[in-house]
């Protein structure tokens, strides 16, 4: 008999104010992402999947992932209706990570490990830095992955594309769309 993976959706960098350097052709590309996690999230809710916010703490070292949720919704329309669509649940995990992968020097792993993780759906933005990185690190530490191809956002979607087409082939995630995602 096979054992079946403990899985855990991580939404990474959704929590955005959209106010950098191409903040703007990223809203616009993870507008419809957002509604695809929303969804996944509702899936994985019901199953009684643990979903985990990973966010940059965009270098306030001050802030928690609250005041993080609170800056953002009073400082921008565009990241507060992601925020409205994505909103945490109490019963949600987050992270608060420095820089671009969510288990550089963060707590992810201990937490995964507490929760008897073995499968990652890993979702959000930026797909070719920050979802990329955070595959790469989870792939190293033998974690099962999934990158929904529906649920991750670049600047442009060649890079999207790019970033998904590497994670398939060397970190062998699967990156078919989060309808395929059979929750455990």
């Not at 052709?25 to 999947?49: M, T």
């Not at 790469?136 to 999207?160: F, S, W």
Request: with cysteine.
């Amino acid at each position: 008999m096979v054992a079946k993976s403990k899985q855990a959706m991580l939404i990474v960098d959704m929590i955005n104010d959209f106010r950098h350097e191409d903040g703007e052709q990223l809203f616009e590309q993870v507008l419809p992402v957002a509604k695809k996690i929303r969804q996944l999230k509702q899936r994985a809710n019901a199953a009684g999947v643990p979903v985990i916010y990973v966010n940059d703490n965009f270098q306030q070292w001050h802030d928690t992932f609250q005041t993080t949720i609170e800056h953002v919704e009073r400082s921008s329309p565009e990241g507060r209706e992601i925020v409205e669509m994505l909103r945490p649940k109490t019963d949600d995990y987050y992270v608060l990570k420095p820089h671009r992968s969510a288990f550089y020097k963060t707590p992810l792993r201990v937490l995964l490990d507490k929760l008897d993780i073995d499968e990652l759906i890993i979702t959000g933005a930026s797909t070719d830095m920050c979802i990329l990185s955070t595959a790469n690190d989870a792939q190293m530490r033998k974690y099962k992955l999934r990158v929904p191809c529906d649920t991750t956002g670049a600047i442009k979607d060649e890079h999207r594309d790019q970033a998904l087409d590497l994670m398939t082939r060397v970190l062998d995630a699967d990156s078919s769309s989060s309808d395929k995602i059979a929750f455990m």
